[in-house]
């Protein structure tokens, strides 16, 4: 879900290498969930910010991290995703959760995943 993915970008920022690896492992599961890809925004911000977690864990790490995160129920990834730097994840997630509507139109211009 797009709000997901927000998320593991903040934690990138903030530099919280493993659990934006998590986070955005969260983020393509709830996206694969809906059959929707990145759009093409989505998409360049999720590969720099992969790239730099990447970076800073290295493969195996972020590997690991990663499909952890595509593996969590929701319940888990809202844990993961109520640290300090978002405290409004898991009331926010809840809501996109139970209101799929609430997501942004895309333009379905091709599968950027990757």
């Given at each position: 879900?797009?709000?997901?993915?927000?998320?593991?970008?903040?934690?990138?920022?903030?530099?919280?290498?493993?659990?934006?690896?998590?986070?955005?492992?969260?983020?393509?599961?709830?996206?694969?969930?809906?059959?929707?890809?990145w759009?093409?925004?989505?998409?360049?911000?999720?590969?720099?910010?992969?790239?730099?977690?990447?970076?800073?864990?290295?493969?195996?790490?972020?590997?690991?991290a990663?499909?952890?995160?595509?593996?969590?129920?929701?319940?888990?990834?809202?844990?993961?995703?109520?640290?300090?730097?978002?405290?409004?994840?898991?009331?926010?997630?809840?809501?996109?959760?139970?209101?799929?509507?609430?997501?942004?139109?895309?333009?379905?211009?091709?599968?950027?995943?990757?």
């Open positions: 879900m797009r709000s997901s993915l927000g998320l593991a970008c903040l934690a990138a920022d903030q530099g919280d290498w493993r659990r934006a690896a998590t986070l955005h492992g969260v983020a393509q599961a709830f996206l694969d969930r809906t059959g929707e890809p759009q093409d925004l989505e998409a360049r911000y999720r590969n720099q910010s992969m790239a730099d977690v990447r970076a800073h864990l290295g493969d195996e790490q972020f590997d690991r990663y499909a952890q995160g595509t593996k969590l129920s929701v319940a888990e990834a809202l844990q993961c995703a109520r640290a300090p730097g978002a405290p409004f994840a898991k009331r926010r997630l809840r809501k996109i959760l139970a209101n799929p509507e609430l997501l942004p139109p895309h333009d379905n211009k091709g599968d950027h995943r990757g």
